[in-house]
């Protein structure tokens, strides 16, 4: 549709499950087999009921074999967390999902999550360029609906534009 864009694709093996967060802090977990393959020409299905003013910032595929490990929430004013994967309970596709992240003009949208199961670093970077590297073993575990800690400092008007873990 128009308007609509393509931010992420992931290989998964169909048996896996995946997590869908969004703008505003809902994060949605299903079991991959919900899906049914289509043709290239199909339109799709719902992953996450999306709220007004709501957008899709994340996806990610948790394989069958490491349903252990956190998940990254992290929002555009330089507020993180690690949420363990088991407090987003899994779904049936398609519902509005649960809170993952407490979001406020204090800590902005959520532009960020990335599930974390071997990683040891976070590099985060702003949109004026400043960076910011810390290990990923010093970001607290939180409760998901929390706003998680400051993790960056930025300069007035900065956002983090994205993140990357090694």
Do not use: H, Y
């Amino acid at each position: 549709k128009k308007g609509d864009l393509l931010r992420k694709t992931q290989k998964s093996s169909g048996e896996d499950e995946i997590i869908l967060a969004t703008k505003k802090g809902q994060a949605i977990r299903f079991k991959e087999k919900e899906i049914r393959e289509m043709g290239r020409q199909a339109v799709g299905i719902r992953g996450i009921k999306l709220r007004k003013d709501d957008e899709l910032v994340g996806m990610e595929i948790i394989k069958r074999e490491s349903l252990k490990g956190d998940l990254l929430v992290l929002t555009e004013n330089g507020f993180g967390k690690r949420v363990e994967i088991k407090e987003l309970r899994a779904q049936k596709r398609g519902g509005v999902g649960i809170k993952c992240a407490k979001i406020s003009q204090k800590t902005g949208d959520l532009i960020e999550i990335k599930f974390l199961s071997e990683e040891r670093e976070l590099i985060c970077i702003s949109r004026k360029g400043k960076v910011f590297k810390t290990k990923i073993s010093l970001i607290p575990r939180q409760k998901r609906a929390t706003q998680g800690v400051k993790m960056m400092k930025l300069e007035e008007g900065d956002k983090i534009a994205s993140a990357i873990s090694i």
